[in-house]
């Protein structure tokens, strides 16, 4: 179905509550003295969108506002996965004191706006409007990673990410422009169409492909374009660098997937796509090898952080280059190892970062000494979930880690990249050696004199316990996100 | 002056695509060479409107509609508002390190 301006409308309430609720945040700000009650008001709007997207989950695809947005079960898989990282981050900045030194009001404008981006960025069905949600992603991001006034660090994060952000972002509108220009038209429809032909100039439009895929991995954080992130996220509010890390992640593999599957690729029998784009090179060699760099560099620079924040910085790196591993197979079962690995990590991610910022509220330190015996200074709890988001992150089993790398291994094995497959194995050992020093700072180091007790910060324990039972029940039975996973294949077929 | 605009007559797509191609590289070399902020914030204007000048000459020379001066005019209007959020970040930078040169204001590091 092809719809309208107004009848559009109909079906795109999600959006709509998520800007009204941007909109009357924004006079809120005006007139109430009180900004924590803002958060609340933010907070309640996300739970009315993901209640409105879930509503809207299965309804058969139509392309909204003139072809311009897709709305389909991956779109709102995406938003899904958004929300929910926005109410998470929105319940850690309530309890964050960092947070409490900026302008509260427009923080929580700018972080609603930050995901209302993200929505376009998962549904865009024209370059036009993949360009115009990637921006405001990115626009809003440099605001929210500068925030903190007064602050060297944060100051310097955010300059650095926006000269990344808008080399990223050029390069690939670049290439688009190209792409542009062989298909004759910004529509995705027509782009599949022109490259079923063949596509154009071999050389040309692979040069393009490689410059929309530096757009596209400036926001998941894949190398060689990963080079802001550890800047930024530690420069950055703490609770903004959980939302960042696991939402900018799933928003980059959401505009991913959908431009170089449906847009350019054809689906052929049993879930295996053609990339007919290009029939004289070899696509997928240059994508393994951008996975096997980007995990490898990840994990390498992460053995001597002494930053925690920095530490999960090149860790995230690192799982980028896991989640790339389900772009090398071109089939379906790649997609959906993808697809449940986005929100096992967005569960860990977002816990872990949790656990970082109770730390630094007691203490005010990110730094590694700050954990010295963490679960003998009254803060056990924190330092158990600690560990379990971190075994998951290593993907240790019983955790729900564990299983999101074995569906990705498992796909990569059947598609018989087997050096991609060792590789990831040897990855995964590495990263086990500097997640566990911090466990075993937490556990088995003496706490210094000069270590004070950490009071936990009560109004997170709530969200902590959440992610850690999450964590370790999608690791014994993960069959119904599965089956979430795999019902949010379905795309609009242009 | 005849002979001049019969020269003009001949520009075609493949002269916008060089000169933007040109724009592109020098946006990356400045951004790569130089140290000050502002300098660097003009490199990626450059690339921006390299980008600009490829849509507006592919929407005239190959698809004949106007979808690609639409995203040119989206392209100046981003680049537009990127530049108020960076001059405020530099703005920023200047009060606390009282320098934009990129080097000296390495604080991030382990």
């Known amino acids: 179905m092809d719809l309208g301006n107004v009848a559009s409308l109909s079906l795109f309430y999600p959006e709509i509550v998520l800007a009204g609720t941007i909109l009357v945040l924004t006079i809120l700000d005006l007139v109430v003295a009180n900004k924590r009650a803002m958060a609340y008001l933010g907070l309640a709007g996300c739970l009315v969108a993901l209640g409105a997207t879930v509503d809207l989950y299965g309804t058969e695809p139509t392309l909204l506002f003139h072809r ?3 709305l389909d079960n991956f779109s709102l898989f995406f938003k899904v996965v958004t929300l929910a990282a926005l109410v998470g981050a929105i319940w850690m900045s309530i309890g964050s004191g960092e947070v409490r030194q900026v302008h509260l009001g427009e923080y929580y404008i700018v972080l609603l706006t930050c ?5 376009f960025m998962a549904s865009a069905n024209n370059l036009l409007m993949a360009y115009l949600g990637l921006e405001l992603v990115s ?12 602050n060297r660090r944060s100051a310097e994060a955010a300059l650095k990410y926006l000269i990344y952000g808008g080399v990223a972002s050029g390069t690939m509108i670049y290439g688009m422009s190209w792409v542009f220009g062989m298909a004759g038209s910004l529509d995705y429809a027509t782009i599949n169409a022109a490259m079923a032909e063949g596509g154009g100039n071999q050389i040309a439009l692979f040069m ?3 410059f929309i895929l530096a757009g596209f991995g400036y926001k998941m954080a894949f190398a060689p374009f990963h080079m802001w992130s550890p800047d930024v996220y530690q420069g950055a509010p703490t609770p903004f660098t959980g939302f960042l890390s696991v939402a900018s992640n799933a928003a980059g593999v959401a505009i991913l997937i959908r431009f170089f599957y449906p847009a350019v690729s054809t689906l052929g029998q049993e879930g295996a796509w053609a990339f007919q784009a290009l029939p004289a090179l070899q696509w997928t060699d240059l994508l393994v090898a951008l996975s096997i760099i980007t995990m490898t ?4 620079s992460a053995l001597n952080q002494r930053n925690v924040k920095r530490l999960l910085a090149y860790s995230g790196i690192a799982h980028a280059g896991y989640i790339m591993m389900g772009l090398v197979v071109l089939n379906n079962d790649g997609l959906n190892a993808m697809l449940f690995y986005v929100v096992v990590y967005l569960i860990m991610n977002l816990g872990a970062f949790l656990v970082v910022m109770i730390v630094a509220n ?3 330190r990110e730094d590694m000494d700050a954990y010295r015996g963490l679960a003998w200074r009254g803060a056990a709890f924190p330092a158990v979930c600690m560990m379990v988001f971190l075994a998951s992150l290593t993907g240790l089993p019983p955790m729900a880690g564990f299983i999101g790398k074995l569906l990705l291994v498992a796909a990569i094995i059947e598609g018989q990249f087997y050096v991609l497959a060792v590789v990831a194995m040897i990855n995964t050992v590495v990263s086990l050696y500097y997640y566990w020093r911090i466990v075993k700072t937490m556990f088995l180091d003496e706490p210094a004199p000069e270590d004070g007790p950490v009071a936990a910060t009560a109004s997170a324990m709530p969200l902590l316990g959440a992610l850690m039972v999450l964590t370790i029940v999608l690791g014994v039975y993960w069959a119904p996100l599965l089956d979430y996973t795999t019902g949010s294949l379905g795309f609009f077929m242009p | 002056m005849a ?9 075609g797509l493949k002269h916008y695509l060089v000169v933007s191609g040109i724009l592109f590289a020098l946006g990356i070399y400045i951004v790569l060479t130089r140290r000050n902020a502002i300098s660097i914030l003009l490199g990626v204007e450059l690339i921006l409107n390299s980008a600009g000048l490829n849509y507006v000459a592919f929407s005239h020379f190959s698809t004949g509609q106007v979808d690609g001066q639409i995203y040119t005019v989206f392209i100046i209007m981003l680049a537009a508002s990127e530049a108020a959020i960076g001059l405020a ?3 920023a930078i200047y009060q606390l390190f009282s320098t934009i040169d990129v080097e000296a204001t390495e604080t991030l590091k382990d």
Do not use: C, K, Q, R
């Open chain 1, 139 to 150: 626009l809003t991001s440099y605001i929210l990673t500068g925030m903190l006034p007064h």
């Open chain 1, 68 to 70: 311009m947005v897709a």
């Open chain 2, 89 to 91: 970040i530099v703005l």
């Open chain 2, 3 to 11: 002979e001049y605009v019969a020269l003009l007559a001949d520009v």
């Open chain 1, 115 to 119: 995901g209302f981006g993200m929505f």
């Open chain 1, 362 to 364: 007691a203490t005010g």
């Open chain 1, 208 to 210: 393009a492909f490689v």
């Open chain 1, 297 to 300: 560099w990840g994990n390498l």
